[in-house]
């Protein structure tokens, strides 16, 4: 089984929907975040988390929140989705600052 | 915000050449990462590099960190068709717990 699991892995929605990206993991690790992948733009960082308790936005939070429900859980949510919120979605964990290990991704269309 | 620039943005090459890409900063980082994306598929973290000047190598592939800690370097030698993927600079400076990554190199390697 994967250790990090991402659900959905394809979605598409409308405008003005509201969206939730689920993260979950049996790593163990207290680190959890979220990232958005666009053509030719890399990874950018939404938000993460360091423990249950913590939150923290990234580089381009708005238009999202996030959850932390128990260490092994991490969701994303789009309040109202816009088209330019149509982009892969990864999650990750790490234990140390550096290594972060990656769900399979979220594929979602924002019509 | 930290910035990183990867080059190249793409590569085409023949089956068994060598391949090198980089990643430049106006900032000072203090790990590098090497990351690799398969179609479909979150990164997977190929070498990690600590300190300045070090060289690391992991099978075919050599990582290098940059001396004036600004750089590292990624070389792929005798590549084979299974190299093809995307592959992801990263590195983590002041911000602590927060990676930062480059745009990505596509490699496409044809037999």
């Known amino acids: 089984d994967a250790d990090v699991t991402q659900t959905p892995r394809n979605r598409i929605t409308k405008t003005g929907k509201r969206i939730m990206l689920e993260c979950s993991q049996t790593?163990?690790?207290?680190?959890m975040y979220w990232y958005r992948q666009d053509p030719g733009l890399g990874l950018r960082l939404i938000y993460y988390s360091f423990d249950v308790k913590d939150i923290n936005k990234g580089e381009i939070s708005d238009g999202y929140s996030v959850s932390r429900q128990a260490q092994a859980k991490f969701s994303l949510s789009l309040e109202s989705a816009i088209p330019n919120q149509t982009a892969l979605y990864f999650c990750a964990t790490s234990d140390r600052v550096d290594t972060q290990y990656f769900g399979p991704g979220t594929r979602l269309t924002v019509l | 915000g930290q910035q990183l620039n990867q080059s190249p943005q793409s590569m085409f090459i023949q089956e068994g050449e060598d391949v090198s890409m980089n990643c430049t900063s106006s900032s000072i980082f203090n790990t590098w990462l090497w990351y690799k994306q398969d179609p479909g598929e979150g990164p997977v973290l190929l070498i990690a590099l600590y300190k300045a000047g070090e060289l690391t190598s992991n099978g075919r592939l050599t990582a290098q960190f940059g001396i004036t800690r600004k750089d590292s370097f990624l070389n792929i030698s005798a590549s084979i068709p299974s190299d093809v993927g995307i592959y992801f600079c990263?590195?983590?400076?002041?911000?602590?717990?927060?990676?930062?990554f480059g745009q990505g190199t596509i490699l496409t390697v044809h037999p």
């Open positions: 790593k163990g690790h207290d680190r």
């Open positions: 990263a590195g983590l400076g002041t911000s602590y717990g927060k990676l930062t």
